[in-house]
């Protein structure tokens, strides 16, 4: 990607560029993370799909550990892995794996609230579950696994 | 993101300079060793591409302590993530003018 200074970049040079750029802000904000991270998240999210069946204020008592584990996690082998402190995560890149774990939950929802199916909310836990492990394996192909 | 006007930046120009910036932008601190590793340039050398972000008021640096050791960290200044998004955003019109 080296260029001149003393003039403007061709549109190939600033095309290669950009690509190497792009490359330096993924290695900030996508650091390796280990790939029981992955695990431990599937975990997660079918424990609070699961606890759904549970009664509200039973639910919450479950939900909330598990989503506190999950973002100290996050926190430190994500946002803040070795040599990065508050690394941004794109939004635009996480709204597929949102996209699916979010629907998921709304359709179980629907389903479970109009026609009484609560065993909706097993596939749901296996679905989001597997959203996670998807994910994780995309991830760690494409930005390797740490420790 | 705030839309930056297109514009290049003779300071973040330079390549090492402008992919400094890049890691920079992706985080709120990078420790020198990280960003001399992702870059695969000597001490000094990123010292010097260091300094002349610092100068020109784009890159904080501060001195902190993590795991029990010393480390420098390195912050993009708000007028150094407009100068690296304006820079990106020459960039991008130059690909987007390109008929081929």
């Known amino acids: 990607m080296e260029t001149p200074s003393d003039r403007p ?24 993370i280990p790939w029981w991270f992955f ?9 609070v799909t699961l606890a759904q069946l549970l009664p509200a204020k039973t639910a919450a008592f479950v939900v909330l550990p598990l989503v506190a584990v999950m973002g100290l996690l996050a926190h430190r082998y994500w946002f803040n892995a070795e040599g990065v402190s508050g690394a941004s995560v794109k939004v635009t890149d996480m709204v597929p794996y949102l996209t699916v774990v979010l629907g998921t939950f709304v359709v179980c929802w629907l389903v479970d609230a109009t026609t009484g199916a609560w065993w909706i909310w097993f596939p749901g836990a296996a679905g989001t579950a597997g959203a996670v ?15 | 993101m705030a839309a930056e006007a297109a514009a ?26 990280a960003l001399q590793a992702k ?14 972000l610092a100068d020109a008021g784009y890159v904080t640096q501060e001195k902190g302590v993590r795991d029990s050791r010393s480390r420098l960290w390195l912050a993009l200044t ?8 304006g820079h990106v955003r020459a960039l991008q019109e130059i690909v987007a003018a390109d008929p081929g």
Do not use: N, W
């Open chain 1, 9 to 32: 970049p061709s549109p190939q040079e600033a095309r290669d560029t950009l690509a190497q750029l792009a490359k330096d802000e993924d290695a900030v904000r996508y650091p390796p």
């Open chain 1, 39 to 47: 695990l431990v998240g599937a975990a997660v999210v079918a424990g």
């Open chain 1, 133 to 147: 492990l998807v994910t994780g394996s995309r991830y760690v192909r494409e930005y390797g696994h740490g420790r």
């Open chain 2, 8 to 33: 290049f930046d003779e300071v973040v120009h330079a390549p090492h300079r402008l992919r400094i910036c890049a890691m920079l932008s992706a985080a709120q601190k990078v420790e020198f060793a």
């Open chain 2, 39 to 52: 870059l695969d340039i000597s001490k000094s050398a990123l010292s010097k591409h260091l300094a002349q």
């Open chain 2, 78 to 85: 708000p007028e150094g993530a407009r100068a690296y998004h």
